[in-house]
């Protein structure tokens, strides 16, 4: 099996090309610099050419708040750079494998999210994610997953936010009103390989099992990596940003069991494993 992944320089990206290639796929990454998929003539000639079987989509514009002033240039790869490549997956006839966001949900109440609830986006990123949905749900060979607060060895992301902040000051405020769950980019790169060999389409909730607050996800970093951080919980009115977050972040995990997929582990699992594979 040959795939393509897009946004190979990411945290998720280069996790599934590693992952891929440990399993014994063929697994071409590409980032911007190889197919800009706002190109939909360079997205046509790089699909084409590859003779790929599927292709696992990860490239994204993820500055939420940025999202907010750039809305244009957000839409242009969210929504425009996967209808792009869902184009040539039809024209293929091969599989798009799509990742989305909990912020397609309103994250309004306390219930967790179903994989087939109603979609109500409060931000332009949440907006751009969902359109980007109907894009790829158009297409019968499609899998999409949602994920919420990713974390991996390649990139920026709220662990290492933490573990700099808590150095440098030695106290901390984390918001404390938003209940969600983290995703270690390893172990969903499992999953992803796990999936893009079989025929299951559909959408998928994909996060590390467990819920916890962002006050929670900081307490247990410094408590695993023993840091002596004073960490306040605080409301999310205490940092106003441009894009509305949701506070219910909840998902549940429903279409992963019935289609015979292994569950992520814990949160805490994943970042102790994590923080072994990082300097701080």
Known sequence: MKILVTGYKGQLGFDVVNEAEKRGIQAVGVDINEMDITNSQQVNDVIRSGNYDAVVHCAAWTAVDKAEDMAEVCRKVNVEGTQNIA??????????MYFSTDYVFDGMGEKPWNEYDERNPLNVYGQTKY??????EALPKHFIIRIAWVFGVNGNNFIKTMLKLGKQNGAVKVVNDQIGSPTYTY?????????????????????NEGLCSW???????????GMNVAVTPVSSDEFPAKAKRPSNSRMNKTELDKHGFDRLPTWQDALSRYLKEITY
Do not use: S
Request: negative net charge.
């Open 87 to 96: 184009d040539v997956c039809r024209e293929l006839d091969i599989p798009i």
């Open 131 to 136: 359109e980007g949905e109907l894009a790829v």
């Open 187 to 207: 172990d969903l790169a499992k999953l992803v390989v796990d999936m893009i060999v079989t025929k299951e389409y559909g959408t998928y909730h994909a996060t």
């Open 215 to 225: 006050y929670d996800f900081a307490c247990e970093i410094f408590k695993q990596v």
